[in-house]
């Protein structure tokens, strides 16, 4: 065991074993009566498939998940979405009511909606706006991290809403600051269109770097709910503890098999390098237009759009029947809104909404 990966873990829950399914006692019996399920299919159920229990950790899956992203399979949990990665690493970390948690906004709001749910504290140390874009504050992230004893950093990378990129050897440096005392969790939901290295290639990996992907975004399978927690073996196996018995519906784990196989992963990347042009151009064209006051660079399938108006353009697009995700309310962004860049088709009408939302302003 890695004795500074395993420091982080919630003390009350040391000789926490978790449930023991069926399937985790699995014997190789030709007539399984040890689980409940019934002995017809459903009608409901064609090709049948849905009768028993799916495994709780599909291995093919697993080791699919784990050459995808080029780390062992004991390095990988797959997870119902990365939601539900965010969720486990709190409940094994985190005593309920006790604990603390640190983000970097404006972020992903999940982490600290899991923190309020299970009443860890959440210490904002915010993104410094450069002007032309968003970077975080590294020193300060692991000045708040020791000071207050938080046991999970969660750094956004590509950032959501912010489409900043947090450099690899900033994080390597803020784990190996943090060693022993907290795991650096970076979600990578948007990795594959920055096109940078994932942060679970880092030989801190190995110690207190955790990293989160999902099948949801790039590889365009949002509605299976499947991702994956990368994290040292001890980690992983302390999440398991924490998961449901059974997490992973089993059309999900088709679909998501099917997904990374070679052909559809080809497909997949040639989606993302189509995606990851027009980003660019949309932004560049954006930029031209009156209304439109900043377009900082983004390494998401997303912009986010500053505007002079924010009020009359959100009217104008709702007006062209185009929604945006309105930012108007978070801290920093009462300017903003975050698009996700779509077809040629969409981005045009984007792009001719907010072309018209100046000319009346
Ligand atoms: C979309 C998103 C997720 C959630 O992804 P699921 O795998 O669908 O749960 C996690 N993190 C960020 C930053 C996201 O934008």
């Not at 080029?70 to 965010?86: F, K, N």
């Not at 874009?133 to 750094?155: E, K, Q």
């Not at 018995?245 to 997904?259: D, G, K, M, Q, W």
């Not at 997949?268 to 980003?279: D, G, K, L, S």
């Amino acid at each position: 065991m890695n004795a500074s990966s395993t420091g982080v873990l919630r003390e009350d829950l040391r000789d926490f074993a978790g449930y023991a399914s069926a399937r985790q006692q699995a014997v190789d019996a030709a007539i399984r009566l040890d689980a409940n399920e019934s002995p017809w299919p459903s009608a409901a159920d064609v090709p049948a498939g849905l009768r028993c229990y799916p495994e709780p950790q599909p291995r093919a899956l697993a080791t699919a998940l784990a050459q995808l992203h080029g780390v062992a399979p004991e390095r990988v949990l797959a997870t119902r979405g990365s939601d539900e990665g965010i969720d486990l690493l709190l409940r094994a970390t985190c005593a309920p009511g006790r604990g603390a948690i640190v983000t970097t906004p404006p972020t992903f709001g999940m982490y600290a909606v899991c923190a309020r749910l299970h009443g860890a504290r959440v210490l904002e140390v915010p993104l410094l706006d450069g002007g032309d874009g968003f970077r975080v504050d590294l020193a300060a992230v692991g000045d708040a991290v020791l000071a207050s004893g938080a046991r999970l950093v969660f750094l956004c990378s590509p950032g959501n809403p912010t489409g900043d990129v947090v450099p690899l050897a900033g994080i390597a440096a803020l784990a190996r600051r943090l060693a022993g005392s907290a795991l650096v969790v970076v979600d990578e939901a948007y990795g594959e269109y920055a096109g940078v290295v994932s942060a679970a290639s880092l030989p801190e990996a190995a110690d207190n770097i955790v990293v989160l992907r999902t099948l949801s975004k790039a590889h365009a399978l949002a509605g299976a709910r499947v991702g994956c927690v990368i994290a040292p073996p001890p980690i992983v196996a302390a999440l398991r503890r924490c998961q449901a018995p059974y997490p992973l519906p089993a059309p999900s784990v088709a679909a998501a098999l099917s997904a990374l196989a070679p052909g559809a992963l080809a497909r997949t990347q040639a989606r993302v390098r189509r995606i990851r042009v027009a980003r660019d151009r949309l932004a560049a064209r954006l930029r031209t237009l009156p209304a439109v006051r900043r377009v900082d660079a983004s390494g998401g399938n997303f912009l986010l759009l500053r505007l002079v108006d924010a009020d009359a353009a959100i009217a104008r697009l709702r007006t062209a029947g185009i929604a945006v995700r309105d930012m108007r309310a978070v801290p920093a962004l009462a300017d903003a809104v975050r698009a996700t860049v779509g077809t040629a088709r969409q981005n045009a009408a984007l792009f001719d909404a907010l072309a018209q939302s100046g000319e009346g302003a």
